[in-house]
């Protein structure tokens, strides 16, 4: 678009009038300088990759959720004002409420498309939370996160926490019965903090549970501030991946200090605009198909009702596993008590999400890599990292799983005292065999790998030699991909050095450094990793014998 | 009349004297009594006597020969004859294998057979009756404050539109869809298993009437759902199932699909 305004100088001159688009685009340049700007960043090149596409939809529907709530905000009452409610359905004709929970039966039942914007909003919110998660595993397992993107990683955590409690918020927001009760616990949470938790329910409430604030603030927490610091963030991540330009997968021609790819203009873009009517198109299928949060089903909120099945959106849903799971332990000290069948979930709550922010400080600490890495790790060729990454998972999922421990007690017909044991023990034992096993899976591919470098690709050609023998014709890779499995490389475990110095002195190690030396043996010393082929030994292998 | 009088001190007199009198009163007992409640009786007895055959056979082996108990089945006196009604014309009884919970299954006694057994089990203590169509039809039914006594008293073990929860140890609270308004009445009045009970003193006819009125809208075969498909109605699980598996679901096929239809030109 701007190139045109450049071109379209010349030609004025020696056409005369330029169209009215190209004189609006000349002066838009002379003022803002586009043109400088979209030559420098229009030949960035985006290679082409699904995974590499699921940041995109976490920010396409980002976008979604921000449109129609906008929408959204033109009808909903913010207000825990009593009404009755005089709507068209009938199940709750004559029933007191907020004005919060009658705005959104207004808005559900009598605004034009207002129930496909509210279900618009909703479903979007739970895409986009759980795109940014597998975006977010994505970025882990390749390895993406290594320096120089460290800062873009941590922008991208929080971007994901922030999203988890907007959802909260705005899933509390029409004050049913159902999002009630999710507040009713948050504040029993809050409750549960030694020393200062009465003060801190009193000043977000505003007084006794439910109070007359809680929507109203909950409102400006969640139009406001939050989404506020999310586009933020957001426009700070997308800023940085442009700066540090794609990570790309390791192949003949690129480097580390090359990206192929397509423009981002025009191709990119084009490809990048279709792509957010996809996923429009498939948020907007599913709000057409399938309700969600169906509050009039719910009813409205009284502290003394309270439905069975209540559960947080899903991405609470990990929180909720942590409480259901929990003994109800409690300790009484001089007369106060100490809920620790609740304050101990709300400690591991946050503690289970940083657990897998901090891994790639810890990593870098281990392994003390000073480069740039812009090629991504095939996840078999860090076996330790893709274990970890498939352990956090696994414990996160038994997490949800103990989260909904009624639902799959009544639909697989189970004992809920049952699953909850073995959510439990899952708890430790789950992540640990996870581990164990992805690791090996992991060192197994290495190993095939290695094979199919040094022997070629099974045929599954059969072949008879003279003497009777059969044996299977191995193909040679081509040479593209024989590059593939072997451009990573293969660190060395940190050593120690030896016990002594030159003088027979023991030499003193601290701690720390043995840790670090005992970290970067497991996750690079033997066991860890298979020595990729080399060129001597690819050499030997084929130049006499031939095929094994 | 000397003879007659003779033997008026006979010792004998008073008995045939009262013999006569039996005789004349049964007689005009016969002759003026209504003829319907005689048949009633009879038929009621009948239903009895039937209700006890059936009960030695299907029932006895559990509830004791004449309903007092054992090992295997709790006491029958005065549950009354909506709990048959509602445990045997929902199939529950007689029960099968042991459970957690006796399951509802498809009832294996016509309602006449039912109707017995409970006459049989009603005549052995008072209890519960079986309610009559006009208690238990949703027509006249206040909806609305049927949803609020369902959210206050049902809510908590059967969802707030009665899709059903788990309760502890593998027993449940289950779905109220499609459940006959009469057993749903019957269940309020007799409290089945782990299910709490709602006499007449603590939650009036009418309330039950307005409670079977708010389900009969909500959760039947002909209440709508304004939102598209309701995923079971069990809330954010269902939800979150979906998101993931056809919203994530297509999200990665489609970028699946875009990645792979790029411009020819670099493919490599
Ligand atoms: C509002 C939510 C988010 C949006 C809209 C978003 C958007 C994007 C986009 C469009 C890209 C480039 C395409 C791609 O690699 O997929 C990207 C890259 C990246 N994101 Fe996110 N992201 C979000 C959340 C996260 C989260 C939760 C993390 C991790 C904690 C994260 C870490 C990163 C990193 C490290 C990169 C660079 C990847 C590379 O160059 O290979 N982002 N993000």
């Known amino acids: ?46 290679p082409d990759h699904w995974s590499f596409m699921l940041g995109e939809v976490s920010l396409y529907s980002f976008v ?33 409420m907020s004005e919060a929970f009658e705005s959104t039966m207004h808005i559900s039942f009598e605004v034009r498309g207002g129930l496909l914007i509210r279900q618009i909003h909703h479903w979007a919110a739970l895409v986009f939370v759980a795109a940014m ?47 009630g009760t999710g507040v009713r616990f948050m504040e029993g949470a809050i409750l549960s903090v030694p020393i200062v938790g009465t003060y801190l329910q009193m000043f977000l409430f505003g007084g006794e549970f439910p109070g007359h604030d809680f929507v109203s603030r909950f409102y400006t927490i969640h139009i406001l501030l939050l989404p506020g610091i999310m586009a933020a963030l957001l426009v700070g991540h997308l800023i940085l991946v442009f700066y540090h330009k794609h990570t790309q997968w390791a192949g003949p ?64 849903g990990f929180s909720e596993g942590l409480i259901r799971v929990m003994p109800g332990w409690e300790i009484n000290l001089w007369g106060h008590t100490l809920q620790l069948g609740v304050f101990i979930p709300l400690i591991i709550f946050p503690l289970v999400l940083v657990t897998i922010a901090v891994w790639p400080f810890i990593e870098a600490w281990v392994t003390g890599d000073d480069r740039e890495h812009h090629i991504l790790d095939r996840p078999r060729n860090r076996p330790v990292r893709t274990g970890f990454g498939a352990a956090w998972i696994s414990w996160y999922l038994i997490l949800l799983v103990g989260g909904g421990n009624d639902l799959w007690a009544t639909h697989f017909h189970l004992s809920i005292n049952a699953i909850t044991w073995t959510v439990r023990i899952g708890f430790f034992a789950i992540p640990a065999l996870t581990f164990v096993i992805t690791k090996r899976i992991c060192l197994g591919l290495q190993r095939r790998d290695r094979d199919k470098v040094l022997h070629g690709r099974e045929t599954g050609i059969i072949k008879r030699l003279p003497h009777g023998e059969f044996i299977e014709v191995h193909e040679p890779l081509p040479q593209d991909q024989m590059h593939t499995l072997t451009a990573h490389d293969q660190p060395e475990p940190l050593e120690l ?35 990729k082929p080399t060129a001597a030994e690819h050499a030997e292998i084929t130049s006499g014998h031939g095929h094994h | 009349m000397k003879k007659l009088s ?104 016509d309602q006449a057979q039912i109707d017995q057994l409970a006459a049989y089990i009603a005549s052995l203590g008072p209890g519960p009756a079986i309610p009559t169509k006009q208690q238990y039809s949703p027509d006249g039914a206040d909806i609305a404050n049927g949803g609020q006594l369902f959210r206050t008293n049902c809510a908590q073990c059967h969802n ?60 039947s075969s002909k209440s709508s759902s304004p939102g598209g498909l309701e995923l079971g109605g069990l809330g954010p699980v269902s939800e979150g199932l979906f998101a993931w598996i056809f919203g994530l679901g297509a999200m990665i096929t489609v970028a699946i699909w875009v990645a792979a239809h790029t411009a020819k030109a670099r493919k490599s």
């Open chain 1, 1 to 46: 678009m701007s190139t045109a305004s450049h071109e379209a100088t010349d030609a004025t001159a020696r056409r005369g009038k330029a169209p009215a688009g190209e004189r609006l685009a000349d002066w838009a340049d002379g003022r803002l300088g586009i043109y400088g700007l979209a030559k420098a960043n229009m030949r960035k090149i985006f």
């Open chain 1, 253 to 316: 021609g690129r480097t580390n200090k090359n990206v192929v790819g397509m423009p981002l203009l025009p191709v990119y873009m084009a490809k990048a605009g279709g792509f957010f009517f996809l996923v429009f198109g498939v948020i907007a299928a599913c709000a057409a198909i399938a309700t969600i949060n169906p509050i009039w089903a719910f009813g409205p909120y009284r502290p003394d009702q309270v439905s069975t099945g209540a559960q947080p959106d899903w991405y609470m």
């Open chain 2, 6 to 109: 003779a033997r008026r001190r006979h010792p004998l007199a008073a008995l045939v004297v009262l013999l006569f009198a039996l005789a004349a009163t049964g007689g005009l007992y016969a002759a003026f009594a209504p003829a319907e409640k005689a048949q009633a009786d009879s038929a009621q007895s009948l239903a009895t006597e039937e209700g006890k055959k059936l009960y030695s056979v299907g029932c006895a082996s559990c509830h004791g020969t004449s309903g007092q108990g054992t090992h295997n089945g709790p006491s029958l006196v005065g549950v009354g004859a909506a709990a048959v009604d509602f445990q045997v014309g929902t199939g529950r009884m007689p029960a099968q294998q042991p459970g957690a919970q006796v399951p509802r299954k498809k009832a294996i006694y």
């Open chain 2, 160 to 219: 707030s539109t009665g899709k059903g929860g788990a309760l502890s140890e593998g027993k449940f609270a289950p779905t109220l869809d499609g459940v006959d308004p009469k057993h749903l009445y019957e269940a309020m009045l007799t409290g089945p298993q782990n299910m709490p009970n709602f006499p007449d003193s603590t939650m009036p006819q009418k309330e039950k009437k307005d409670i079977i009125g708010y389900l009969a809208q909500v959760d």
């Open chain 1, 497 to 531: 050095g030896p016990d002594v110095d030159e003088n027979g002195v023991r030499r003193k190690v601290d701690r720390k450094t043995k840790l670090r030396a005992k970290l970067s043996r497991s996750m690079y010393g033997e066991g860890a990793q298979i020595p």
């Open chain 1, 133 to 179: 998660l597998v975006h977010m595993m994505r970025v882990f397992f390749t390895g993406a996160f290594r320096k120089p993107r460290e800062v873009n990683w941590v922008f991208g955590f929080l971007l994901l926490v922030l999203g988890m409690f907007t959802g909260f918020t705005g899933y509390s927001l029409p004050d049913d019965l159902l999002s």
């Open chain 1, 64 to 96: 979604i959720i921000i449109l129609t709530g906008v929408y959204l905000t033109l009808f909903f009452h913010p207000s825990m004002q009593e009404v009755v409610y005089n709507g068209p359905y009938v199940p709750l004709q004559g029933i007191r």
